[in-house]
């Protein structure tokens, strides 16, 4: 008996240790932000036609924090209050996975964006799901939060039933997927119809830091490169002094 109790005692540790041993990103960590932003302007700068009004997509920490409470919910549901704290309607997309490890965040958005093979720019129609895409790609939305939260009891109205799983919810402002309205101009070149520069095919009206490390980073860079032109300024002159004209 007591060998029948340690072998079931050792069969729910296995069964439980692939839940147990995933440990998904927090909303605040600068890796996850990084691939969320960079997932979506991958997929909006290579959209085809080429649009001429594609904004540049940043992260917004409010929009998360709605991403992050609806996740914990653990429904594969759209949230029907996601705007109420906002000034402007806010858009949803949501992705749920089994087992735990086959969340990646890259590979969540890329699932959104395969769905482009379901829609036809030209006459604006979708022949399967590709409202995922269009939230995507939707050119005003210029503002992304995502989170991922793991559900030990199984994510409800998934098809999964009880089985661990992850949801990935990232919500948009503001929100795409109008009626009637393609989600992005393709008239004119890329970025052809935005003020600002033009990078990688989407529009920015200027560029800022969006992070601290951003502004260390810039700064090192900046005095990298004051030193260099000092040291090579002085040995030009030092080596080759006949070389400098002065009035």
């Given amino acids: 008996m007591g060998c029948s109790l340690e072998g079931l005692l050792w069969a729910w540790i296995i069964l439980n240790s692939g839940v147990c041993s995933v440990i998904l990103p927090e909303i605040t960590d600068r890796r996850f932000i990084a691939e969320c932003v960079k997932g979506h302007n991958r997929a909006r700068s290579a959209v085809s036609p080429p649009a ?3 904004e540049y997509m940043t992260w917004d920490e409010d929009l998360a924090i709605i ?3 609806w996740a914990e919910n653990c429904v594969f549901e759209h949230n029907p209050r996601r705007s109420e704290s906002t000034a402007t309607s806010v858009g949803e997309n949501i992705w749920t996975g089994y087992p735990p490890s086959s969340f990646e965040t890259a590979g969540a ?9 379901f829609y036809d720019y030209a006459n604006n129609r979708c022949s399967k799901v590709c409202g995922h895409y269009t939230q995507v790609v939707w050119a005003s939305s210029n503002k992304v939060g995502c989170a991922a939260h793991l559900c030990p009891n199984g994510v409800q109205e998934s098809g999964f039933g009880a089985k661990a ?3 990935f919810v990232c919500n948009y402002a503001p929100s795409g997927n109008v009626n009637r309205r393609r989600p992005y101009d393709s008239e004119g070149a890329a970025c052809s119809g935005c003020e600002g520069a ?6 920015r009206s200027g560029w800022a830091p969006e992070s601290q490390s951003q502004i260390v980073d810039v700064l090192v ?3 990298i490169v004051l030193i260099f032109t000092f040291v090579a300024a002085y040995a030009v002159r030092h080596f080759y002094p006949d070389i400098f004209c002065y009035e």
């Fill in 67 to 69: 991403a992050k409470g």
């Fill in 109 to 117: 958005i890329h699932s959104w964006d395969n769905e482009k093979e």
């Fill in 198 to 203: 033009c990078v990688d095919n989407l529009c």
């Fill in 165 to 167: 799983g992850v949801i």
């Fill in 221 to 223: 860079v900046r005095l």
């Fill in 52 to 54: 001429s009004n594609m």
